[in-house]
């Protein structure tokens, strides 16, 4: 089956304590992306990579760090996690660059306390 | 800056009614107006997009109508049912480079 995969789907953590969400797509897409969704702010893009070693800022990339070692991973970093990254984190792909057709992950509810 | 506006915020409909999100976007310069569909503990998932150079799309009971001079786009859901209680997002789409961008999302409630 053609999917995102994210883990873990929950996590609470406190203040500093880095943390990893993982994320997977087994379609060969190119292009990944990280988004976080707040209420009333919907859906913000955190950093995207458009292929293997090739990332860039979004809108929100501040207290996160991501990497591209393989096509198929695309694993988001918070190395100090902080109250206000709390939130729910949505992991995308599409076939190639920034389609307007994307494939979303399950979701990772992250609460930092 | 904001480049797509989403309005109403929330929406309640009944039952076999007609519901209707709008969006309005900032400049010219995109190829394709989508828009998401969200469950409860789901990840948004493609409903259906349009592209420019339309002035309407449907599929099913799900239809885009798309205004290029007033640079606004809406879908409307016809005889709305239950299932469809959801947040909704439009997003705007440059084909290239630039990275989709998402309206803040309507959640819609149809009640019985």
């Known amino acids: 089956e053609a999917q995102v995969t994210q883990n873990p789907r929950y996590l609470i953590t406190v203040t500093g304590k880095k943390l990893t969400v993982t994320c997977s797509q087994n379609m060969n897409h190119e292009y990944m992306s990280w988004y976080r969704q707040d209420p009333g702010l919907g859906l913000r893009q955190i950093y995207y990579s458009m292929n293997v070693e090739v990332t860039d800022k979004g809108d929100v990339p501040e207290g996160y760090k991501v990497s591209r070692k393989e096509k198929r991973n695309f694993p988001l970093i918070l190395e100090s996690p902080s109250p206000n990254q709390t939130s729910l984190y949505f992991c995308?792909?599409?076939?190639?660059?920034?389609?307007?057709?994307?494939?979303f992950g399950p979701g990772t509810r992250l609460t930092v306390t | 800056q904001q480049q797509v506006k989403q309005s109403p915020q929330s929406l309640i409909v009944q039952k076999g009614g007609i519901s209707i999100i709008n969006c309005a976007y900032e400049n010219t310069a995109f190829d394709y107006f989508p828009w998401y569909q969200q469950f409860p503990g789901k990840g948004p998932a493609l409903l259906i997009a349009i592209r420019p150079d339309v002035s309407e799309k449907k599929e099913g009971r799900f239809t885009i109508s798309f205004n290029k001079s007033a640079k606004q786009f809406s879908l409307h859901i016809m005889d709305s049912q239950p299932g469809d209680s959801a947040t909704y997002f439009c997003a705007v789409c440059s084909l290239g480079n630039t990275p989709l961008v998402f309206g803040k999302g309507t959640r819609l409630s149809v009640i019985a």
């Open positions: 995308a792909s599409s076939p190639h660059r920034p389609s307007y057709e994307q494939y």
